[in-house]
């Protein structure tokens, strides 16, 4: 039963275009998302997040957009950099429950 | 100066075994947790602490069994060691939202 669906178990884009990464999730309860990205060998580590009352958030190269009515977030990143090839996993989470559940990953291959 | 460090790296056991995972977290946060990314690559939660307190703990088999000692460490202590328990284990901390997160042991199950 996943709360939290990549359906895109890999990606590989230009260097220099746009990346965009999809997630989906079923329980309405979730209030918070975040995307954490992961290299080999190492914990993921936090990138950005998103709280439901905004439909948008921007960080520099990242941009996550929000789409409750679809259950549907994004994580764009322009422009893509070589650097960025690794493992993107979105996550959520309800404030009243303080667990995150995970998606399975998507794994980016920006190419040069 | 790691923020969140767990030892060992790297563990190879075998079957039946008793074996123990550490984990401490310098950033003064109250809640860790311990995550198993399985062979799909799926991040499970496990067990979640509050400041020493348990707070969540996942349908994990009680072969499984957490310790907090303090709120800055989290150790991972599984009895009679299966095959089926090779994985990546990760320790996080975390104060509001987010997760600070360990780099990982993996145990492979001989």
């Known amino acids: 039963d996943q709360q939290v669906k990549q359906n895109s178990p890999s990606l590989s884009v230009q260097e220099g275009r746009i990346s965009i990464l999809n997630c989906d999730y079923t329980?309405?309860?979730?209030?918070?998302f975040l995307w954490y990205k992961k290299y080999p060998a190492e914990g993921p580590t936090f990138l950005i997040s998103?709280?439901?009352?905004?439909d948008k958030n921007e960080d520099g190269r990242f941009t996550v957009f929000l789409n409750k009515s679809a259950k549907h977030l994004s994580l764009h990143i322009v422009p893509s950099q070589p650097g960025d090839s690794a493992v993107y996993f979105c996550?959520?989470?309800?404030?009243?429950?303080?667990?995150?559940?995970f998606g399975p990953g998507t794994s980016l291959s920006v190419i040069p | 100066d790691t923020a969140v460090s767990q030892t060992p790296k790297y563990l190879v056991t075998q079957m039946g075994n008793d074996k123990s995972i550490k984990c401490e977290q310098n950033l003064g946060h109250d809640t860790m947790y311990w995550y198993k990314q399985d062979s799909k690559k799926f991040l499970k939660i496990m067990f979640s602490y509050n400041n020493k307190e348990l707070i969540i703990n996942e349908t994990v088999p009680n072969r499984f069994s957490p310790k907090s000692p303090d709120k800055a460490h989290l150790n991972l202590h599984i009895n009679s060691l299966e095959l089926g328990d090779s994985a990546v284990y990760f320790c996080a901390s975390s104060q509001i939202h987010g997760y600070t997160f360990g780099s990982g042991t993996r145990l492979t199950v001989v």
């Open positions: 996550a959520a989470k309800a404030t009243s429950y303080d667990k995150v559940i």
């Open positions: 329980n309405s309860m979730f209030d918070y």
């Open positions: 998103i709280s439901s009352i905004k």
